[in-house]
C-alpha cells in the first residue's frame, strides 16, 4: 500500500511541476490506402507527405539492380540524402544514366559484377536509362520527407509511425500527372487515390 501511494505522490509532483503547460505526445498511426488507375489496381505508386517540421530520415542505402536486362525495382522510392547502389548483375555491360529533371549522371559502361552509385541530392523525379539497352527504363523518386510508401501489385500502400494530425499527400505514377491533395492521419480512414 506504500509503494502505491508513493508512485501516486510521485505522479502528482511531476504533473503539478508541469503545470498547464503540460503537452502529450502525438499518436503516433499508420497511413494506409489504395491506389487505382481507370478502376484497375496500380502497382508502382509512390505516395508522400508533406512534413517540413518532422526530422528528416537518417542517410540510407539503397539497391537498384541490372538483372535480366531490366532494372530491379522499376520504381524506387528514397528520401533525399539517400544512396543508391546501381550493380551490374548482368552478363553484360551496362551505362547507367539520367537526364531528366532529377539529379543528372551517366555512370559510363560498367562490366558484370561491377557497382556505381548516385547520392540523391534534391527531391525529384529521376528516369533512369541504360544506352546500349533502349528498352531499360526505371524510375527513382527522391522525397524529401521520411513518410512515404510505394503501392504493390494490389495498388495497397502502408506508411507507417506518422504522428496523427493533417498532411498534404502527393501521389506519382508513371505516365500521369502528380496528385495532390489533404489527409487526416489517425482516422482510421484509408487514402484512396484515383486517376
Known sequence: MKKVARVALALAVV???????????????????????????????????????APRPRERRFVVH????????????????????????????HNVFSFTNGKPFDLGLYPTGASKHITL??????????????????????VDSPYYATSD??????????????YTYHAWRSGAETLSATVLVGDGQPLEISW
Not at 131 to 139: D, E, G, L, T, W
Open 121 to 142: 541530392d534534391r527531391a525529384a523525379i529521376n528516369r533512369l536509362y541504360c544506352n546500349i539497352h533502349p528498352h531499360m527504363a526505371a524510375y527513382i523518386v527522391a
Open 153 to 166: 501489385r494490389t495498388g495497397s500502400f502502408s506508411i507507417a509511425d506518422v504522428p496523427a494530425g493533417r
Open 15 to 53: 504533473l503539478a511541476l508541469a503545470g498547464p503547460h503540460a503537452v502529450a505526445a502525438p499518436e503516433i498511426d499508420a497511413l494506409t490506402g489504395h491506389a487505382v488507375a481507370g478502376g484497375k489496381p496500380m502497382a508502382d505508386v509512390v505516395v508522400w507527405l508533406d512534413a517540413p517540421s
Open 66 to 93: 541490372q538483372r535480366n536486362m531490366e532494372f530491379s525495382p522499376r520504381v524506387l522510392a528514397a528520401p533525399v540524402g539517400s544512396t543508391v547502389d546501381l550493380p551490374n548483375n548482368d552478363r553484360v555491360f
